[in-house]
């Protein structure tokens, strides 16, 4: 607990990154009656009586607001796992995107006044000191330039390990 007086300050600079990388999904699924035992009513209890069977799937890769090529995929056979399929593809779409070349810094002559200009590091929002050095911080995946930080605060912000779906 801080002391009376004290501020809290926020410095864990490196988790508050924008995740570079989203995935938006839809399976379509069967339902199929299956077969239950009676319930007992003495006892609180869910009757399932269907079975969601995916039947296909389609799913867009979003990579710093660009979406890429979506995925489709229809059941081909009744004897195909079409989640199994949709986890496989996906884990390789991802992969390919995520083990992608870092992309070379692209600045445009506003972004090269602004990061001239810029007083302020644009992660941890403290002030430039003849001690800081200041550099260029940039996307990985597209090359666009963020802005200008603290060569710590850079070196710390790394790409999450994780994709939201």
């Known amino acids: 607990m801080p002391e009376k007086g004290s501020t809290l300050e926020f410095k864990n600079h490196k988790h508050s990154m924008r995740v570079p990388i989203a995935v938006y999904a839809d399976l379509e699924c069967m339902t ?6 009676q319930p007992n009513s003495e006892h ?10 995916p039947s296909g799937f389609c799913f867009h890769i979003v990579c710093d607001g660009k979406k890429l090529e979506p995925v489709l995929y229809t059941k081909q056979s009744k004897d195909e796992n079409v989640g199994e399929i949709f986890c496989k593809r996906l884990r390789n779409e991802i992969e390919k995107v995520w083990s992608s070349e870092v992309k070379p810094m692209i600045m445009t002559e506003d972004d090269k006044i602004d990061f001239g200009n810029a007083k302020k590091c644009r992660i941890c929002q403290k002030d430039f000191t003849e001690k800081d050095k200041k550099v260029r911080d940039h996307c990985h995946f597209t090359g666009k ?3 200008a930080a603290h060569q710590k ?8 390990k994780f994709v939201p779906v």
């Open 32 to 37: 199929k009656p299956i077969q239950s035992c």
């Open 44 to 53: 609180s209890y869910t009757e399932q009586y269907k079975k969601h069977e």
């Open 145 to 147: 330039y963020g802005g």
């Open 153 to 160: 605060c850079n070196a710390l912000f790394r790409k999450p």
